[in-house]
């Protein structure tokens, strides 16, 4: 069974959200959000070479022009590699444990799985970055304290990957 909604990110942006359920103890969560924005591209790359231009017209050196350029292009590349998330599914296997991937937008995949074991809950965490922002995490078990929590992990976050790195997790 197949279900799928939208919904608005907290700056607007729109996702979709699919629900794939294989089997009473086997279901899939997934998150899509938008592909690149042609306008915010446009901006970004303007402003960059608005202020190359600028500081050609003072120093009237061309490498400036060039060094612009070669930023942008280098800036552009890291953004698609390492930040923009295109899509995070989850896939949660009650007796196995829970499947993290994230698809960045430059085709690398970054997966992660959770043993069943080490997860004590799934809540709704609360953090305050320039406003208030809900997401949701999954606590991790202490293995030294029984009633301890280890680290907290966010679920269909827009981050970076050393942010999210699997060696951290388990």
């Not at 907290?10 to 959000?33: A, K, M, N, T, V």
């Not at 009237?60 to 390492?82: D, K, V």
């Amino acid at each position: 069974m197949e279900d799928e909604r939208s919904f608005s990110d907290i700056c607007g942006g729109r996702l979709d959200l699919q629900r794939r359920y294989y089997s009473p103890s086997c279901r899939e969560f997934c998150l899509s959000c938008p592909r690149l924005s042609l306008r915010s591209l446009t901006a970004v790359t303007c402003a960059v070479w608005l202020a190359a231009y600028g500081l050609f017209t003072l120093c009237e050196n061309s490498m400036i022009l060039s060094a612009a350029i070669f930023i942008t292009l280098l800036g552009l590349l890291g953004y698609l590699h390492f930040v923009k998330i295109d899509q995070e599914t989850l896939l949660i296997i009650d007796s196995l444990g829970i499947q993290m991937t994230s698809s960045y937008a430059s085709g690398k995949e970054s997966t992660t799985f959770i043993e069943m074991g080490k997860v004590k809950d799934v809540v709704i965490n609360e953090a305050i970055y320039m406003k208030v922002i809900y997401y949701l995490c999954i606590l991790l078990e202490d293995p030294v304290e029984p009633h301890g929590i280890s680290q907290v992990v966010p679920v269909f976050q827009p981050t970076s990957s050393d942010q999210r790195d699997p060696s951290n997790m388990v």
